[in-house]
């Protein structure tokens, strides 16, 4: 069977691979040359992608990202104040939109949302979607590399892959896993999204961007804890959930059913390997703590569009010193993201009273020393810096 011919290919179409899709589109001259291989596997919760309640908080360089790709939800919370604490000790501190001198800290989107609204962009791009069976690599030579998707044979010069799947085994398995929910508060607060670190786990309250009024829930706690409070009935969980958040919002009542989704750090040592690059979750994924993964993938794309834009003009010629260069640049932000994200993970969980004391302090040191607090917050909030 004859082999359908093409400059690059993007395997995957999630909000990574569907950006990267929208940033080649622009620079190409011949936007038809690119092609993005999709495939619709149930998303986390085993719904279709674009209906995954999953929610991210995006920070302000990915919120203009996508705006510029005409690719912004319809519905977004804004975030003004970012409240952090430790349960049980006195350890807290409050980011205020303010201090950075921006109208917001972040937002948070609805990840079915963002997915329908770059699929959709990424339909009338130019850019051709070969949507069907979940595509793969088969081989790789000096002039390109062969891809199949069912009984889709195909050839490109480069493929970008970004399915999400690294393929390596995780570099930390957490003992930690997410339930994820919603649930009303009875003393709600506009634009505050909390994140509350216990001794099992951070847990996030944030506000929801399309039930108004209503808090999204990422709660980590151990997988026997995580089974057990899945298992309860909506008043006990909420209950449970009061008692672990605390007051600040009055009480909390969940609103939907409670998914668990079990967590793992993985940091692929190479993104490059020849004419393949690997870019978002599939080079990096990360503990939801602090909302990193989808931030740090669109730095990935957006990185790696300028370092093609030579090559895009001249595609005949080798992508491998571009691809060098992506991912020299990319190294120190991939390396930074992960490691803080990891230690933020686990530092109040170690069981050891000194540190997790220590973290505590930390916490209050910096609501206490703006100059200590600014550089982590600005690195966890304005994300693209090219
Ligand atoms: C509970 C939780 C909360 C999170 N919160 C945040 C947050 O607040 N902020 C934040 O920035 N990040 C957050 N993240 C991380 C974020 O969800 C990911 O970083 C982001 O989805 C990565 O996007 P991606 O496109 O790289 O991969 P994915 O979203 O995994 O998309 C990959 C796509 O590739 C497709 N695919 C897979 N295999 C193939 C194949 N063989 N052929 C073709 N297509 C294929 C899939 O169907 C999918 O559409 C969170 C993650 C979790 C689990």
Not at 140 to 150: I, R, T, Y
Not at 262 to 280: N, Q, S
Request: charged share 20%; hydrophobic share 40%.
């Amino acid at each position: 069977m004859q082999s359908q011919d093409f400059d690059l290919a993007i395997l995957g179409g999630g909000p990574v691979g569907s950006a990267l899709a929208l940033l080649l589109a622009r620079l190409s001259p011949q936007p038809a040359r690119i092609v993005l291989l999709q495939t619709e596997t149930a998303s986390l919760y085993g719904h279709r992608p674009e209906l995954d309640p999953r929610v991210l908080a995006i920070n302000h360089g990915s919120r203009v990202l996508l705006n510029s790709l005409g690719a912004w939800p319809q519905q977004a919370a804004f975030i003004q104040t970012i409240h952090v604490s430790q349960r049980g000790r006195l350890g807290r501190t409050v980011i205020r939109h303010h201090d950075f001198n921006v109208p917001e800290l972040g937002c948070v989107v609805r990840y079915g949302q963002l997915y329908d609204k770059l699929t959709r962009a990424v339909g009338a791009s130019g850019v051709q979607v070969l949507a069907g069976e979940s595509a793969r690599v088969t081989n790789q030579d000096a002039s390109g590399v062969s891809l199949e998707q069912g009984a889709r044979q195909l050839r490109a010069k480069l493929v970008i892959q970004a399915d999400g799947l690294t393929g390596i085994r995780p570099t930390r398995e957490y003992t930690q896993y997410a339930l994820l929910t919603r649930a009303r508060a009875s003393r709600p607060r506009a634009g505050w999204a909390f994140e509350r670190f216990t001794n099992e786990g951070p847990l996030a309250v944030l506000p929801h961007p399309e039930a108004l009024g209503e808090q999204s829930i990422v709660w980590c706690c151990t997988p026997e804890r995580a089974k057990a409070l899945q298992a309860l009935a909506p008043e006990h969980f909420s209950q449970a959930l009061t008692e672990t958040f605390g007051s600040r919002l009055g009480t909390l009542t969940v609103q939907a059913p409670v998914a668990c989704v079990p967590l793992a750090m993985t940091l692929r040592p190479k993104t490059v390997d020849g004419r393949c690059v690997a870019i978002g979750n599939a080079a990096q994924t990360l503990h939801p703590v602090a909302g990193q993964g989808l931030n740090l993938g669109l730095r990935d794309a957006a990185t790696l569009t300028i370092a093609l834009r030579d090559w895009l003009v001249a595609p005949e010629q080798t992508p491998g010193p571009a691809l060098q260069r992506y991912e020299q640049l990319r190294g120190p932000d991939r390396q930074l993201t992960v490691r803080l994200t990891d230690l933020l993970s686990r530092v109040f969980t170690t069981k050891a009273t000194v540190v997790e004391h220590a973290a505590g302090l930390a916490l209050l040191g910096m609501d206490l020393l703006p100059a200590l607090r600014a550089p982590l917050a600005r690195h966890l909030l304005q994300g693209l810096r090219l």
